[in-house]
């Protein structure tokens, strides 16, 4: 996602309503700037982390359920872990990529430092035991496979909870600031008497920054998604 370019385009978009609302150069510049840098910056940080953590679950629920059906079907660690690098995206072929040298067991022991997910703690205790005792992987994996099931659902739930919300969102402050702009040309004898008024300015201005906070307290709760193990201050 682009965020310079929705940055720019929403910095455009807020510049020229209140423009036309307050006829004030540096009202319509200083929210053109402060905008941009919210996007570009504030909220890019918000959503990359977020993008970032689902990824990386997305991943892991691949990696577990992949590793687990090879080793049912073939009983080798090699195996299984070759059937879930075919699976992975560039990002996680380039970690796996880079301890090769590892054997087996420390290669899944190593990407608990990627996958910092609980269930994915509870998989290796699972390859463990199976690797002690034998048995039906499958069978022995069942509460796991459920519970990795369970939160993948649950992501694909939130986000399609999140995309909803969002519409809202726009389109209630769309309303809102096309209201605001279509009374400057509805009302204009009442505009040009208060519309060089200080007070009318900086409430003008207050506004716009109202919305750009109200954008940010959405994104956070959008991007508060828990998945046990994951801090949300992780690289």
């Given at each position: 996602m682009n965020f310079l370019l929705i940055g720019g385009i929403v910095s455009l978009a807020f510049a020229g309503l209140i423009f036309i609302a307050s006829e004030n150069l540096v009202s319509t510049l200083s929210i053109f700037l402060i905008t941009f840098l919210f996007f570009a910056f504030l909220i890019k940080r918000l959503i990359d982390k977020y993008q970032e953590k689902t990824r990386r679950y997305h991943q892991c629920y691949q990696f577990i359920n992949s590793y687990l059906i090879s080793l049912s079907i073939k009983g080798s660690l090699t195996a299984a872990r070759e059937s879930s690098y075919g699976t992975a995206d560039s990002g996680t072929k380039e970690v796996i990529d880079s301890i090769k040298d590892l054997d087996e067991e420390e290669k899944l022991s190593y990407l608990c430092k990627y996958f910092k997910f609980d269930l994915y703690h509870l998989f290796l205790d699972t390859i463990k035991v199976w690797r002690e005792q034998g048995g039906d992987v499958l069978m022995m994996s069942q509460y796991l496979i459920n519970?990795?099931?369970?939160?993948?659902?649950?992501?694909?739930?939130?986000?399609?909870?999140?995309?909803?919300?969002?519409i809202e969102f726009f389109v209630l402050w769309g309303i809102t600031l096309t209201i605001l702009t279509s009374l400057r040309f509805a009302l204009s004898q009442f505009y040009s008497r208060i519309i060089h008024a200080t007070f009318f300015q900086v409430a003008v201005v207050v506004l716009f920054l109202f919305v750009l906070l109200s954008i940010y307290i959405m994104v956070s709760r959008i991007v508060n998604v828990t998945l046990e193990g994951w801090k949300d201050d992780e690289k």
């Open positions: 519970q990795v099931r369970l939160k993948e659902e649950y992501l694909i739930h939130c986000e399609s909870v999140h995309r909803s919300k969002l």
